[in-house]
């Protein structure tokens, strides 16, 4: 049998499977909230596992019927809602089914008494196989939430509210950037909600005064901007970074005239295939010498913080100005590669940085990252270690300056480095000695060939 109808109806808790008084664990909707077909409404858990409740049509949410706690079996309802669109086919033997507000909803309104039809089960007639699945399916099947930036499943969807982390935060590495419960733990693990976990809430051991509310309407006109993922991914790993690692910062000058003439000498040739050669590739495999001659920069503390796990290969993080905020893509095993093949790397990791096509894998295995801003402008800045790195070099705008030789003043092309490094793993005495190696290999490019 089927009909239509615009009426006003309620969502009723499908077939679970079999599974009875499931507790509501999250409402993803609000009163007023328009969502699409199969956007998902609640989450449900029970023993065995947690499950979305996808909508079975496209309409405005008028009223929730129950609250984050609630127990539900099959046929419960939900939720009023007021069906967008056109036409919504009845077919009575549907699991997944609506039933008019008429029929289920005590408190509903004269107005919508008015609109109500006869009608009393109603699913979407182009649905069926969704319509008519059990819940423990429909819990296998991917789902968006009424964020059309939020796609997750259920399962990753449950790990996240236990780590507590917002799927906001996190970037997707399924199928059309879908979340996995690979990456959770993934963003779990960096941010150090694992170990709060097993740790019972280990918390820093100080607490901040509150950040004052202040009404910035009352000085003047205001909008709102809201902070994409990206912005929100990186503001929450910078503010751990910067809280969790002692940092210093300690500052030098390259003398770069010969490496810029011997660039510009060859910049033409490159460009001719395709390649544009910057000086960040020089500064990369300086980097890479000069973690080779101090070993301790190309490390990690352990977990227990008991030991200095070293690495042997040289993977290089770079950050990365994207229209959306910052990204830092890995360039693997860069003591390997030749400037050409860096440079290519690099043309093509920034592009796919911009064009948001980055995979986790992407940003993964860094050992040491490099915050160029050389291109933009600046004498100097501080970067914040990329952890679990040890330390992250900022390079600032190269320039000509005096320099005193031979008892007169002579111009030469001077790049400014900053060395943020975490005090726990490096000495001062350390980070003065790797910023000199750096300078002494940027200085004769020649000698990072010895
Ligand atoms: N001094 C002077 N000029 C420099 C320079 C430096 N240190 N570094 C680069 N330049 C020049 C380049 O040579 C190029 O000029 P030419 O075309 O005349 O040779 C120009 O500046 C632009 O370079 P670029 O920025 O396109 O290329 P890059 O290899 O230097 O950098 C990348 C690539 C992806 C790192 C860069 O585009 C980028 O995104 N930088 C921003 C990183 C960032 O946001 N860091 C902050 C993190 S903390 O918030």
Redesign the pocket.
Do not use: E, H, Q
């Given at each position: 049998m089927s009909e239509t109808t615009t009426d006003i109806k309620s969502v009723l808790v499908p077939d679970l499977g079999g599974a009875k008084q499931v507790q509501v664990i999250e409402i993803l909707v609000k009163p007023g909230d328009i969502v699409a077909l199969e956007d998902p409404l609640m989450t449900m858990e029970s023993d065995k596992a947690s499950m979305d409740i996808p909508a079975p049509f496209a309409g405005k949410v008028l009223e929730l019927k129950v609250r984050v706690g609630d127990k539900v079996s099959e046929g419960t309802e939900i939720l009023i809602v007021e069906p967008e669109g056109e036409l919504y086919s009845i077919n009575t033997n549907s699991s997944l089914t609506t039933k008019s507000s008429s029929e289920n909803s005590e408190q509903q309104t004269e107005e919508s008494s008015k609109k109500s039809s006869t009608s009393n089960t109603l699913v979407l007639s182009q649905k069926d196989t969704l319509t008519s699945s059990p819940l423990d399916e429909i819990s296998e099947s991917i789902t968006r939430s009424a964020d059309p930036d939020i796609y997750a499943g259920p399962g990753a969807r449950r790990l996240a509210r236990e780590y507590g982390l917002n799927l906001q935060t996190i970037a997707g590495s399924g199928h059309k950037g879908r979340i996995t419960q690979k990456d959770v733990e993934f963003v779990a693990k960096d941010s150090g909600q694992m170990q709060m976990q097993t740790s019972n809430g280990r918390d820093l051991g100080f607490t901040l005064a509150p950040r004052p509310i202040v009404d910035f309407a009352a000085f003047g006109e205001v909008s709102i901007a809201p902070l994409n993922r990206i912005k929100k991914l990186t503001g929450a790993f910078l503010h751990r970074n910067w809280v969790q690692i002692p940092h210093v910062t300690q500052f030098e000058e390259a003398d770069i005239t010969e490496l810029e003439a011997f660039?510009q000498a060859n910049?033409a040739e490159m460009e001719r295939e395709g390649v544009?050669?910057?000086?960040?590739?020089f500064i990369m495999k300086a980097v890479i010498a000069a973690l080779s001659d101090l070993p301790n920069f190309n490390s990690s503390l352990s977990e227990d913080g008991e030991n200095l796990v070293i690495k042997h290969y040289y993977h290089l993080g770079?950050?990365?100005?994207?229209p959306n905020g910052?990204v830092v893509p890995v360039i693997r095993d860069v003591d390997q590669k030749s400037l050409r093949t860096l440079a290519q790397e690099?043309a093509a990791i920034?592009q796919k940085?911009r064009e948001k096509g980055l995979q986790p894998r992407d940003m993964q295995g860094g050992c040491f990252s490099i915050?160029?801003?050389?291109?933009?402008g600046g004498t100097a800045?501080t970067?914040?270690v990329n952890s679990p790195e040890v330390a992250i070099l900022g390079?600032?705008?190269?320039s000509y300056k005096p320099v005193y030789e031979n008892g007169e003043f002579v111009p030469r092309l001077m790049?400014p480095l900053s060395l943020s490094y975490d005090h726990r793993v490096i000495d001062g005495a350390e980070a003065a000695r790797f910023c000199q190696r750096l300078a002494f290999y940027l200085s004769d490019v020649r000698r990072l060939l010895i």
């Open positions: 660039r910049k544009k050669l910057t000086p960040l590739v770079v950050a990365v100005d994207t910052l690099l920034s940085a915050s160029s801003l050389g291109g933009i800045f970067p914040i390079v600032a705008k190269s790049l």
